[in-house]
């Protein structure tokens, strides 16, 4: 009797439960997942496809008619081949000299423009981001035409003037990365000042007026109130600074063709030339997959060392 | 209603994703960019009359990718496809233009993709890469030999790895030195005796040295970036080299007779009588031109014409002449030759080469056949040639020629041409597409890039000499190269 109580209080909660039982997908739900189908599908066609298709091609002597697997050997050819690692080397001494410096000379032009008024500030933003604005291929003619060998270049006829002896500025391996390095530091700093200057305009204006009280200098208010509210802006360039740099590949390939002596052959140059030049894609897949890799890496680290300090 | 909106937008929007992802592979060749647009002759296919001429008279559509190997060649191939599609109705070419810049590239992305074009203008030396991941097509298995009896055997070599024959020759292209006229009989040099019978390496310094006064330069060769590479393929000949691999298929560029030519470049570059920074491609004939220089490398016949223009238009002055430039005569000169070495020309041949894409069947290869003869033969190659000032590789071409020859060539220049085209080598026979990809890569990642150094004084000789042989030891290994 009391068990049959029981189960009867049992089979009444159960029918509670089911009737209070939401369903699994409502259709809200499914507007959600329609709304966001458009956008998982560009992810899984231009994202996902080209990252599987570039392992699995990384693994093969690529064919357009028939691929051969070979296993880890484009892996091996890689890390055997003394480019591979001269191209490393490159790369990482044109982001270790491009990327702080792009980010310091970016936040203190914000910092220089920050006192105009919004109209001469956007003409100074303007100027400033006119360089992303023209084409890569211009910039590299201008740029050429800069750093021309001969005495009618412009650097040289600086160089004449002062009665100081022209540079082969690309053709030295003294020089040529030095004036790549220039080059992108002197034209790529428009968007990075743009942001920078959004989040200085972000500072609430009562850390000024307090410090101000307490007589604090103008580095002082650099150093104690604008460089700890900027850093997730500055965590954020450099972030997107390091894989930016470490895909290089226009600057080189226009100007130098990664010479001379291939001191200025980056990874992004190398894994093209394998590509598009000598039709090894199975090893410029693996270059690629490796360089993936090691930018994952460095993003980590650097979400992990500077990331905590980070408040947003 | 608003919902029912929302999730129709959203499948249209899904389905013209995907749409754009759906192309089917015959559709390929035809999505180009402004530069590659395709040109197809004027009468559609379907138009076509019964009964053609090609191989079963169904009706096929042929690519063909070309850069400006003229001024006009865009607008030529346009004529030839239409002339084409009237011998042969059923058959439409569908012509591809592209830049020199990107040419070498839109065609390795397009064949790796698997949609390479059916024929495609091609310099011999990067056959080996198409042969190598299976896309270049052995055209002897497809095509009539009496089409092939009409190319001159030395011109056809140069498109034949390993036995098999990828492509036809449209031109024996030679590469030396250009000069002033004037300025080099003012500097002593009796240009008729250099072009009739050719110079010594110590005669050729001479010239240079006299040439060499305040702004003017001796020499000039272009020598910036992957231009560094015409300087050893040109002036190899001065110490012999005249190809990659010797007839028994050794690796030539580890031998001694490279390090005498790499400390001769070294002296050159020492002396004062070249510039010691880099010079673009684009600046050495200008330099000339200007009187800053009175030999200048790389030079080809067809520079003639190009200075006979400049002398034009500074008659007119209209100004379209070569800033400061001055009327000059062009001296089309051989390269010089060191002691106990036998003058030959450094030469290069482009063709029409045939390749196997995602469409390819037996018959279509063979209608790609058809095109290949009819682009690379009579009228069509007779017009390259004169175009070029270059002599005809076939019999059909040098049957034509005499309708586009330009009758005002100077005669010293045509002369010596001629005796030069005579001079040039063909590559090895039974050279695989592994040995001459490998030549290409060990050209571009070791020997252009040293080249570099070399120029610009931080590398010796003997250095770059070192470098290229442990290079080509682990390329080719011991046995595959030349060490003496």
């Keep these: ?312 | 209603m608003k919902r029912r909106l929302s999730v129709a937008l959203i499948g249209f929007v899904t389905v013209s994703m995907l749409a754009g992802c759906g192309q089917s592979a015959s559709n390929g060749t035809s999505a180009s960019s402004e530069n590659s647009e395709p040109v197809t002759s004027a009468a559609s296919t379907a138009e076509v009359a019964a009964g053609s001429s090609a191989s079963s008279g169904a009706t096929d559509t042929i690519t063909v990718m070309v850069p400006p190997v003229t001024n006009d060649y865009a607008d030529k191939m346009t004529e030839w496809a239409d002339e084409f599609h009237t011998k042969y109705p059923n058959l439409t070419l569908e012509v591809i233009n592209t830049s020199w810049d990107d040419h070498n590239t839109k065609l390795s992305t397009m064949a790796q993709a698997g949609e390479a074009p059916d024929i495609a203008e091609l310099s011999y030396s990067n056959i080996g890469t198409y042969v190598s991941n299976g896309t270049a097509v052995d055209i002897t298995k497809y095509m009539d030999a009496d089409m092939l009896k009409d190319y001159d055997q030395n011109a056809l070599d140069y498109m034949t790895l390993d036995g098999a024959t990828y492509g036809l020759p449209l031109y024996i292209t030679i590469q030396a030195l250009g000069g002033n006229k004037d300025m080099l009989e003012a500097a002593g040099v009796d240009v008729a005796k250099v072009q009739a019978d050719g110079w010594t390496y110590d005669q050729f310094l001479s010239a240079i040295k006299a040439g060499t006064k305040g702004d003017t330069f001796g020499f000039v060769f272009a020598n910036s970036g992957v231009t560094a590479s015409d300087f050893i393929n040109i002036f190899g000949a001065t110490a012999g080299i005249t190809n990659a691999f010797d007839s028994n298929l050794k690796y030539t560029y580890s031998g001694k007779k490279m390090l005498t030519l790499l400390q001769a470049i070294e002296n050159m570059t020492k002396s004062g009588y070249m510039p010691n920074y880099g010079v673009e491609a684009s600046q050495r004939m200008v330099m000339c031109e200007t009187g800053n220089a009175m030999i200048f490398g790389k030079a080809m016949p067809l520079f003639e014409n190009s200075i006979k223009k400049n002398n034009a238009a500074i008659d007119a002055s209209d100004g379209s002449a070569v800033e400061d430039s001055k009327k000059i005569t062009y001296a089309f000169l051989p390269v010089p030759t060191m002691d106990g070495v036998s003058e030959s020309c450094f030469g290069t041949v482009d063709g029409m080469v045939a390749f196997k894409n995602n469409n390819s069947t037996d018959e279509h290869l063979k209608n790609v056949m058809t095109a290949l003869y009819f682009l690379s033969s009579g009228e069509r190659a007779a017009y390259v040639d004169a175009a070029t000032c270059l002599n005809g590789v076939c019999q059909t071409s040098r049957d034509a020629i005499s309708q586009f020859e330009s009758t005002d060539r100077d005669q010293g220049n045509k002369d010596c041409a001629d005796r030069l085209i005579s001079e040039v080598s063909a590559p090895p026979t039974g050279m695989t597409a592994d040995q001459s990809a490998a030549a290409a890569q060990m050209m571009d990642e070791v020997i252009v890039p040293q080249m570099q150094a070399l120029l610009a004084g931080e590398t010796t000789a003997q250095d770059m000499y070192d470098a290229i042989v442990s290079a080509a030891k682990d390329a080719f290994g011991e046995d595959g190269c030349v060490l003496d």
């Design chain 1, 1 to 312: 009797m009391t068990q049959s109580r029981h189960m009867g209080a049992d089979n009444s909660e159960k029918q509670n439960k089911i009737t209070r039982r939401e369903p699994l997908i409502t259709k809200d739900d499914i507007s959600g997942y329609l709304f966001v189908l458009v956008a998982v599908l560009f992810f899984l066609v231009f994202t996902i496809y080209p990252l599987v298709s570039a392992v699995i091609t990384s693994l093969q002597l690529y064919k357009p008619f028939g691929s051969d697997f070979v296993g880890a050997k484009n892996y091996i050819n890689t890390f055997q081949n003394a480019l591979f690692w001269k191209s490393l080397r490159n790369t990482l001494v044109y982001t270790a000299i491009v990327v702080p410096i792009s980010i310091l000379f970016s936040f203190v032009i914000a910092l220089m423009i920050m006192p105009f008024n919004r109209k001469l500030q956007s003409v100074f933003k303007a100027a400033y981001y006119l360089p992303a604005v023209a084409s890569g291929i211009a910039l590299s003619v201008v740029w050429l035409w800069i750093y021309d060998s001969s005495p009618s270049g412009l650097f040289n006829q600086l160089l004449t003037a002062l009665h100081l002896p022209v540079q082969n500025w690309l053709g030295s391996s003294k020089t040529a990365l030095l004036s790549l390095m220039l080059m992108a530091i002197l034209s790529g700093q428009g968007q990075n000042i743009i942001i920078y200057t959004a989040a200085l305009l972000g500072i609430d204006n009562t850390y000024f007026e307090a410090s101000q009280l307490d007589g604090a200098t103008f580095l002082q208010n650099v150093r104690y109130i604008v460089f700890p509210l900027v850093r997730p802006t500055t965590l954020f360039l450099l972030v997107t600074g390091i894989i930016g740099s470490f895909q290089v590949f226009m600057n080189a390939y226009m100007m130098t063709g990664g010479g001379p002596n291939n001191n200025t052959t980056m990874i992004g140059l190398l894994i093209f030339n394998n590509a598009f030049k000598y039709n090894k894609y199975g090893l410029a897949c693996a270059q690629a997959i490796i360089l993936t890799i090691i930018i994952a890496f460095i993003s980590f680290l650097q979400f992990k060392l500077a990331g905590s300090e980070v408040e947003y």
